[in-house]
């Protein structure tokens, strides 16, 4: 019986070209690309306007999304959950996703001609199913401040 329902999935995969984890992966990207529309959509309604989506500074580093708030640039972390079972997705954002957007951070304000006086980390938390309503969009704002070996000296 298992093997059987085994057997038509993975069939089914294939028949539409996809791979062994392609069932769970499509759906965490779409789940991931819906919670930024939804983040984005928050900010614009708070006032925020928004600069960037998925702004790459180069290989590795990625920000979700950037925003201006009034004289103030803002890197925005998005953290989509289904649900809270295994806590807040504000929990997601630790020390080394921290350390990560801290030097994103750095590297994005080193490529503006005149960068911002004023900057902050804000996390945005999405808690839903895709595309159902009733999903909860929460805005944390300064949800942390710059990484410590990305302080400039003084």
């Not at 001609?113 to 929460?138: K, T």
Request: glycine letters at 10%.
């Amino acid at each position: 019986m298992i093997g059987t329902r085994l057997a038509r999935w993975w069939a089914a995969l294939i028949g539409r070209g996809l791979g062994p984890d392609a069932a769970r992966s499509v759906s965490t990207a779409d789940t991931g690309q819906w919670g930024e529309r939804e983040a984005a959509r928050l900010l614009r309604r708070k006032g925020l306007r928004i600069l960037g989506q998925r702004v790459r500074i180069g290989r590795r580093d990625e920000i979700d999304l950037v925003a201006r708030d009034g004289a103030t640039l803002v890197f925005v972390e998005v953290k989509t959950r289904r649900g809270e079972s295994f806590g807040r997705p504000l929990a997601a954002v630790d020390r080394r996703k921290r350390h990560a957007l801290s030097r994103a951070a750095v590297r994005y304000l080193r490529k503006l001609r005149r960068p911002p006086r004023f900057f902050r980390f804000d996390v945005v938390e999405v808690v839903g199913l895709l595309d159902q309503p009733g999903a909860e969009v929460r805005h944390i704002e300064n949800a942390f401040t710059l990484d410590r070996p990305y302080l400039p000296p003084c």
